[in-house]
């Protein structure tokens, strides 16, 4: 069984920085891609970016892409999402998840999933 684990939110003014992240245990080879979504109220969810464990990064959302950096530390089984030039559009729940391959990602279905952890931008 895989458990996803986020931390890092907060509230911070546009053009600040955070890092969110995602502390994962559980077989490696269930969670051999690990990626982030976000979620803004009243609105779907959408990737963010993804990865794979060997540290190829498959996806970067087009609005992110240029200021979000996804990356990892395979000793400390943790996923990380460095965010800077925040936007107050980039206000939303942002989750952790994970599965075998990065695949169902592009379906917006990966098999774990976090809890969430809200990111808040001011104007």
């Known amino acids: 069984q895989v458990q996803l684990v986020e931390s890092g939110g907060g509230s911070v003014q546009a053009g600040g920085s955070l890092r969110l992240s995602c502390a994962a245990s559980?077989?490696?080879?269930?969670?051999?891609?690990v990626g982030w979504f976000r979620q803004a109220p009243g609105k779907e969810r959408e990737a963010v970016a993804s990865?794979?464990?060997?540290?190829?990064?498959?996806y970067y959302n087009d609005s992110v892409e240029s200021r979000f950096t996804i990356s990892q530390d395979n000793a400390k089984n943790t996923v990380y999402l460095q965010m800077t030039i925040l936007k107050p559009e980039d206000t939303a729940s942002y989750y952790c998840?994970?599965?075998?391959?990065?695949?169902?990602?592009?379906?917006?279905?990966?098999?774990?999933w976090g809890q969430g952890t809200q990111v808040t931008v001011s104007s």
């Open positions: 559980g077989e490696w080879y269930s969670r051999n891609c």
């Open positions: 998840a994970a599965d075998s391959s990065c695949a169902p990602f592009t379906s917006g279905e990966p098999r774990y």
């Open positions: 990865l794979y464990r060997s540290g190829r990064v498959t």
